[in-house]
């Protein structure tokens, strides 16, 4: 076997290793809706303070991203996601201990929220693309991404049979242990900040606080923020709020959880094809249609019977865009300022992503308590959802050229 082969074969590896991590912290944060009802339920906490806390975990999710990928880009991924497992795990191994409205808010709004979000995209995605030629990485964000919607597969059914069988409390603590196997895979998906990268070609010189300076005045990536506010808004809702629309339906629990593990699994396939497109198509014209079909997906949910098979069919046709809307986000700041610091400036569009999660996980739950359901919410959503659409379409992008990935 060649050098060359043996290399490739590499960092495929690390790709590989990578979204693990992304399914393993994705899957335990998109799935923490499925906790509200349990914990409501056994404590004296209401709905709307759980959704607090965990919209202020969609906000500080977010929030980290920037940080964390600033950090990452100084000192190295590596010692930046063992930071963050360790804070996950300790957010996880806290909830059932702190059953109040406060110590819900340090456990899931905090700690959860800041852990899993070390541990996501802007840290994983700016390791990897370090590393990688150009050619590798359309399909290595999609690979990544589609790990990441993969452990909404794995780990929403897993926790609904874990709160019915060992309790809520309980199937924490596993979700905890079962997030300590990315420590060995932390060490297989980066290498020490003093290993060669590919970084050269893309360094202009241009230190990083002007390089946040100037994207900030760019009007091509602040209308990237607007669209990926958009996509937050959606996805919080739909993770924190979707078993409460079975439950006000009528509908055994598992429609929700098998709903959640649906959207996931069409992502993989959303995430896997939107990582290829990225290198045939522009990417505008991708997020254009991939936030038009969210609003027919949701017009055809709302005017239809609150069935299983409704639920089912709607994951189905809104998980495929769910968090395909990643690979190419991350591409478009790629072409617009380089992979030098990926990490911190996806992360600056993450934490936009985040500030609509923010909006999207706290009004849904104030929603449900002023009006007894989430109707005014989908009509926002798909308000939301056009409007992202449109405004892709004037970033300035280069056509897509055959040596062009």
């Not at 429609?255 to 995430?271: E, F, K, T, Y």
Request: net charge positive.
């Amino acid at each position: 076997m060649s050098t060359t082969t043996q290399s490739h074969r590499s960092l495929w590896l690390m790709v590989c290793a990578g979204a693990i991590i992304l399914m393993i912290t994705m899957g335990v944060r998109n799935s923490l809706g499925l906790y509200i009802q349990p914990i409501s339920q056994s404590t004296s906490v209401n709905i709307a303070s759980i959704s607090l806390a965990l919209a202020v975990g969609q906000f500080l999710w977010g929030t980290i991203q920037p940080i964390a990928g600033a950090l990452a880009d100084r000192y190295g991924s590596r010692p930046i996601l063992l930071l963050g497992m360790a804070i996950l795990i300790s957010g996880l191994v806290l909830v059932p201990l702190w059953t109040n409205s406060f110590g819900l808010m340090v456990s899931l709004g905090v700690l959860s929220a800041i852990g899993s979000g070390i541990g996501s995209f802007s840290v994983l995605m700016g390791a990897v693309a370090q590393h990688i030629t150009p050619q590798m990485r359309g399909n290595a964000t999609g690979i990544l991404n589609a790990g990441g919607s993969f452990g909404q597969v794995v780990f929403s059914p897993l926790i609904q049979v874990l709160i019915k069988t060992v309790g809520w409390m309980q199937s924490l603590w596993v979700v905890a242990a079962i997030t300590l196997s990315t420590i060995p895979l932390i060490f297989a998906a980066t290498k020490p900040k003093s290993a060669p990268s590919a970084l050269a070609q893309d360094n202009s010189g241009i230190g990083l606080k002007q390089t946040v300076i100037n994207a900030l005045q760019n009007r091509d990536y602040l209308l990237l923020h607007l669209g990926f506010f958009t996509c937050g808004f959606h996805v919080a809702f739909l993770v924190t709020h979707l078993p409460g629309e079975v439950a006000i339906c009528g509908l055994n629990a598992k429609v929700a959880g098998w709903s959640l593990a649906i959207i996931g699994l069409a992502n993989v396939a959303g995430s896997l094809l939107a990582g290829r497109w990225v290198s045939r198509y522009r990417s505008k014209y991708i997020l254009f249609w991939m936030y038009a079909i969210r609003v027919v997906f949701v017009l055809w949910f709302i005017n239809m019977p609150r069935e299983p098979w409704v639920f089912y069919v709607f994951a189905i046709g809104i998980g495929f865009t769910f968090l395909a809307t990643v690979p190419p986000t991350a591409t478009l700041v790629g072409k617009l300022f380089g992979i030098r610091y990926l990490a911190t400036l996806f992360g600056l569009t993450l934490f936009s992503h985040q500030i609509g999660g923010f909006l999207g996980a706290y009004l849904g739950g104030v929603s449900m308590v002023e009006f007894g359901d989430y109707r005014w919410m989908w009509y926002a959503d798909m308000v939301l959802a056009a409007v992202a659409a449109l405004i892709h379409l004037p970033i300035r992008e280069a056509k897509i050229t055959p040596n062009h990935v």
